[in-house]
């Protein structure tokens, strides 16, 4: 203990600055706007009104459940769609692996936001503005990238033989893939759910462009609502934040176990 | 089996290769974004490119949101998991208070992030206030201000790095530093001469992850200035989402997208040569 005083230090230090600002926001959002108290203060009386405002006129539970659809379509398409072009490329070693692996690399660095004209125009010829389905199809193509190389990874750790076996027995490729691969993948597609899960909820850039009828809005953008109409409300506002990261941040301390590993094994080069 | 990857080239090819192609053309004619008139005018969108200073500021900001966020990222992360590896009670603790704030939304962290910064009743100047020195208006100046955004950035996304090294950490024999230590290296040339080499491969990933990351920053720049004041804080994404939304400039804002693609493209590539070269000579 007494050795290890100087880490100890820095441990007290690191967990008070990755607190504090989700601590401002909880402390804000139980006082009155007319508290004029230090935000680092925690309040001297709990004060509940601003949840009930948030909850009456923001809007924010439909958009929960406007998220929850979204997230669940794009996890649902990026597990399926993903896993499935990943065992080709695991399993096929030639040229046309090859070059799409490149390919799909490359598209996971290119920054959605910078074809944001080419999609929309695309969108609006395709009616899918203001569709769960327009924007479930954008989120799940660009994370499709990503899971293909998280599964292909997976699949490759995955011994062939298991494969020569199910064909012995007469199995085509599809039942092979269904009855043999899939029931492998299930620690990866925790990993892939999560991450993507996290990704599409906390998603901004397109929803700003695909959801601009108000029913529409997914959680981002009702924050983004609340905070540009409640400028002086402030504590309204943190309220409105509060309820916004709750749900995830509860999720994140149940499941962290799984959340590190998932990220480990992204970063993890196969 | 070839026809597994039919469904996924189908989705990139509509959503991802048609819309880029698309915004190419845009980018070389005049286009409300809406209208039917679009007219062609060539690499003009480029030139003027050239030309204006508000595109100019947004550039080395990209810059600097993506190489100095990328720095401050990897020696937090680096410490992190220096600390967290080490044996002491309370290392989980760290770890997942550290990773938490990745779970949040970058355009909620930029709002919660309002609340410190802000001038009138900021938790930072109420801190200052206890040294008994003035209130500061952070976010009132260009320079300030892409200095916090780089640091909320840094701040919230350290946990990645921070992961990504404890895995590297683990991997690492304990022998090897058992060995420095019999012969009588300290802790940092054993850091310095062991460890680090060893940690390469998770020092490009985390690198390149968080470059990419930082240069395509868009969500905690919206709510924390708007890329203001007088487009002082702009990423080339948020000037792009400024020109096309508000401006209804679309031609010009699909040039500033193909140039960060470019730019992008160009900073992977070139950073994944330079560390590929130092794991061979290494």
């Known amino acids: 203990m007494k050795k290890n005083w100087w880490k100890y230090l820095i441990a007290a230090v690191l967990v008070l600055i990755y607190l504090l600002p989700v601590y401002v926001v909880f402390a804000m959002s139980l006082k009155p706007m007319t508290d004029m108290s230090s935000r680092l203060r925690f309040p001297s009386e709990i004060y509940w009104g601003n949840f009930e405002k ?74 899918a503005l203001n569709t769960y389905w327009g924007i479930i199809l954008v989120s799940a193509t660009f994370g499709l990238p990503f899971s293909i190389y998280m599964y292909s990874n997976f699949i490759a750790s995955v011994p062939r033989s298991l494969d020569e076996a199910a064909q012995m027995d007469g199995a085509g490729v599809v039942r092979t893939f269904v009855e043999i691969i899939v029931p492998q993948l299930k620690p990866v597609t925790v990993s892939v759910i999560l991450l993507q899960g996290v990704g599409t909820w ?69 | 089996m070839y026809l597994f990857y039919l469904p996924a080239m189908l989705m990139l090819l509509f959503f991802v290769i048609r819309p880029f192609g698309e915004t190419l053309y845009i980018s070389l004619c005049k286009w409300n974004g809406y209208s039917s008139a679009k ?42 998991a220096l600390l967290v590896n080490s044996r002491f009670k309370g290392n989980g603790i760290v770890r997942v208070v550290v990773y938490l704030p990745i779970m949040i939304s970058g355009l909620i962290m930029g709002y919660i992030m309002y609340f410190i910064f802000s001038y009138d009743r900021g938790v930072l100047n109420d801190i200052l206030a206890l040294f008994g020195r003035a209130p500061v208006d952070w976010l009132a100046d260009g320079r300030t201000g892409v200095c916090i955004i780089t640091l909320v950035n840094s701040w919230q996304y350290a946990g990645n790095c921070m992961v990504i090294y404890l895995a590297g950490l683990q991997n690492i024999p304990k022998v090897y530093q ?22 390469i491969p998770s020092i490009t990933t985390s690198v390149i992850v968080n470059l990419i990351g930082g240069l395509k920053l868009f969500d905690p720049i919206i709510s924390l200035t708007n890329g203001g004041p007088n487009y002082q804080t702009h990423s080339l994404m948020t000037y792009l989402n400024s020109q096309y939304f508000l401006k209804e400039k679309a031609g010009y804002a699909s040039a500033i997208g193909i140039f960060t693609f470019f730019l ?8 994944n040569g330079y560390f590929e070269k130092r794991m061979v000579d290494g």
């Open chain 1, 54 to 127: 948030v909850f009456r006129n923001s809007g924010i539970l439909r958009a929960i459940g406007n998220s929850l659809i979204i997230t669940a379509g794009t996890v649902i398409i990026v597990v399926a769609v993903g896993s499935l072009a990943a065992y080709p490329m695991a399993r096929i070693q030639n040229r046309l692996s090859r070059n799409i692996k490149i390919f799909i690399m490359g598209v996971m660095m290119i920054p959605g936001m910078s074809m944001v004209v080419g999609i929309y125009s695309m969108l609006v010829s395709i009616h």
């Open chain 1, 202 to 270: 906390n998603e901004y850039g397109y929803s700003l462009y695909v959801l601009q009828r108000t029913e529409m809005y997914n959680v981002t953008l009702t924050v983004k609502q609340y905070f540009g109409e409640a400028v002086r409300d402030l504590n309204g506002a943190a309220a409105c934040a509060a309820v916004a990261i709750i749900p995830i941040i509860v999720i994140y301390l149940l499941l962290q176990k799984y959340f590190v590993q998932g990220a480990l094994d992204s970063s993890v080069k196969g």
């Open chain 2, 39 to 80: 007219k062609l005018i060539g690499f003009k969108n480029y030139a003027a490119l050239l030309g204006d200073r508000r595109f100019y500021t947004a550039f080395v900001n990209t810059l600097i949101y993506g190489f100095v966020s990328t720095l401050l990222q990897n020696v937090i992360g680096m410490g992190c």
């Open chain 2, 178 to 199: 058992e060995a420095a230590a019999i012969d009588g290296a300290s802790g940092w040339q054993s850091f310095r001469n062991i460890t680090l080499p060893l940690l």
């Open chain 2, 264 to 271: 992008i493209m160009l900073v992977a590539v070139a950073a």
